[in-house]
């Protein structure tokens, strides 16, 4: 846990760098990439900036880390390439933004955006590089986006789906951010790299509005983990069901990941209310994360080092 100086009450956020089996020795990089990923969307916050500004810049810090699996870090498809998957929603007005399957961007989050701010809702393929290029967004070469990591896991990996515990090991390990303006609005935001080796082509939860991400004036969620499951059950939209109905988003983890239990599924989420209340749940392995709330200037951050010391109410790091 840390103490930041200096007062920023009127405002909330929390991140996530994914749910799943984070190895012990990727933690500190897991919790420190979440921690100033934070520290970008708060300094948004504290300047007056909107709930979608922080989402966008918090989102940002964690494409740019190869630690996670987005962006940069980007796990790649059987094919050796990257395809990239993001989301963004605006609470005070439902906008929604998303693009799948997008490659040579560097931030896929920003073209989320760039959509959630015209009369479209979702891009997909070159027509989201097409889009993208089009309004700006600068354009690298496919293997710019292949982190030395990735290319190592990929070299590694081959015949990997056949290992028990693979999926487990790996699978989800998405990010995100949520946020709470000084006006009282709230953002979300996802991005994903995918899962390993998928098919190319293949879509998880991260770019759809209601599974991967959900927000409204009540709530915002961003979730991480498998993705086929977690469509099912339209998992974000549910949480910010729940967090409407209780006194406590503290207290609507277990009936949320029953939910999710109910299909298969494995994952986490963070939340936060109207209130700037926030919590983290998650029924898989580790997550990563981190929380600043609005009544509080402690920021708490997980995982632990040793992996026992983020309860999964996100109130103990």
Known sequence: MATRSGKSDEVAIAVHGGAYAIPESSRDAHREGCLAALEAGLEVLERGGSAVDAVEAAVIVLEDDEAFDAGYGSHLTAAGGVEMDAALMDGSTGRIGSVACLSRVRNPITVARLVMESDLSMLVGDGALQYAASHGVPLCAPGDMISPGE???????????????????????????????????????????????????????????????????????????????????????????????????????????????????????????????????????????????????????????????????????
């Open 151 to 317: 290319r190592q896991r990929f070299a590694q990996d081959a015949g990997a789906g056949a290992r028990d515990g693979w999926q487990e090991q790996y699978f989800g390990d998405t990010v995100g951010a949520v946020a709470l303006d000084r006006a009282g609005n709230l953002a979300a935001g996802t991005s994903t790299g995918g899962t390993p080796l998928k098919v190319p082509g293949r879509v998880g939860d991260s770019p759809i509005i209601g599974a991967g991400l959900y927000a409204d004036r009540r709530a915002a969620v961003s979730v991480s983990g498998n993705g086929e499951r977690i469509a099912q059950v339209v998992w974000a939209k549910h949480v910010v069901d729940l967090a409407g109905a209780e006194s406590s988003v503290s207290e609507l983890g277990e009936a949320a990941l029953q939910t999710l239990r109910v299909v298969g599924g494995r994952g986490g989420f963070i939340v936060l209310d109207a209130q700037g209340r926030g919590a983290v749940h998650w029924n898989s392995g580790e997550m990563a994360f981190a929380l600043k709330e609005r009544d509080s200037d402690a920021v708490l951050g997980g995982p632990s080092p040793s992996g026992s010391g983020a309860r999964r109410d996100g109130r103990e790091a």
